[in-house]
């Protein structure tokens, strides 16, 4: 009901919420109930564009406007002219463009790389983290006037164990976008979705989605719990981890610990390491090298 009231408003919304929690579908589900729904919605993943690169990928850029620029780019506030616009891990991107992403929300003009002819921009902005905001701004990661501008209206996104009976909903609404694609009626049965209410879920929504997927391709007409796949033993695995955990040990302590040792199960690939501590490889390079500093 929330998410409807904001949907018809062209209030730029910040998404806050755990990694997988389905930040992507909220943005998306805003976009589908606003009187932007005819137009496009256009994601981009703040934590995957190269620095040199996010003017570009922003604003778009002229041919010659720099090195390899062979022709004319359209940037995303071009593609998603009319519509929305969804930035997520904002936290990741470069603060000196968080100072030009700040101008075009305030004035709607950009300028493409390259030219200096202004564009105006009609666009919804719906950022997301999985950062809590007052930290990133703490830690340098994120402009408090840009969390502002971007957080008109807030919505927090609870992980997939706290969402009750929505876990069922989800599983149904996966389960039925992938009958209407295949032209098929799979059901779930009673037991798969006492297994699906049960579950862990640590990877959240997009863990749901892919067992869902999953289950789809291995299944005939009901979908069994033997055919999501899922590593029952997570819930126990959970609750040994926590009952490890030493108490009156501080947090970054902890932090540096887990980061340190997977990257240590991975032979130093921080690539690999980033992905399973479900940041980004930015993120995990600027933690090394503030160890690093601590430790001389």
């Given at each position: 009901?929330?998410?409807?009231?904001?949907?018809?408003?062209?209030?730029?919304?910040?998404?806050?919420?755990?990694?997988?929690?389905?930040?992507?579908?909220?943005?998306?589900?805003?976009?589908?109930?606003?009187?932007?729904?005819?137009?496009?919605?256009?994601?981009?993943?703040?934590?995957?564009?190269?620095?040199?690169?996010?003017?570009?990928?922003?604003?778009?850029?002229?041919?010659?406007?720099?090195?390899?620029?062979?022709?004319?780019?359209?940037?995303?506030?071009?593609?998603?002219?009319g519509g929305t616009l969804f930035l997520d891990e904002i936290t990741e991107m470069p603060t000196e463009q968080q100072v030009k992403l700040l101008r075009v929300l305030e004035s709607g003009e950009f300028r493409p790389v390259g030219t200096d002819k202004t564009h105006q921009a009609d666009v919804r902005v719906i950022a997301a983290t999985n950062r809590e905001p007052q930290q990133a701004i703490a830690e340098g990661l994120l402009r408090e006037d840009l969390y502002f501008r971007l957080a008109q209206f807030p919505v927090h996104v609870p992980p997939l164990r706290d969402r009750g009976s929505d876990i069922i909903g989800l599983a149904q609404h996966f389960l039925a976008y992938r009958n209407a694609q295949e032209q098929q009626e799979k059901l779930l049965t009673e037991e798969t979705m006492q297994l699906i209410a049960s579950h862990n879920w640590p990877g959240n929504v997009r863990e749901l989605k892919h067992a869902i997927e999953r289950a789809y391709i291995l299944s005939d007409k009901q979908i069994l719990p033997e055919h999501l796949l899922l590593n029952t033993e997570d819930t126990e695995a959970d609750a040994q981890c926590l009952a490890e955990v030493p108490c009156g040990v501080p947090l970054d302590d902890l932090e540096k610990a887990a980061i340190l040792n997977t990257l240590e199960q991975n032979a130093g690939n921080k690539t690999d390491t980033a992905q399973q501590l479900g940041i980004s490889v930015k993120t995990l390079y600027n933690k090394l090298e503030k160890y690093q500093q601590t430790d001389q």
């Open positions: 009901r929330t998410l409807r009231k904001v949907a018809v408003t062209d209030a730029n919304v910040l998404v806050i919420g755990e990694s997988g929690s389905g930040k992507e579908l909220v943005a998306n589900t805003l976009h589908l109930a606003s009187y932007r729904a005819e137009q496009r919605f256009v994601a981009i993943n703040c934590g995957a564009l190269s620095p040199e690169l996010v003017d570009s990928e922003l604003f778009g850029h002229r041919k010659g406007a720099f090195t390899g620029a062979l022709r004319d780019h359209q940037g995303v506030f071009t593609q998603a002219q």
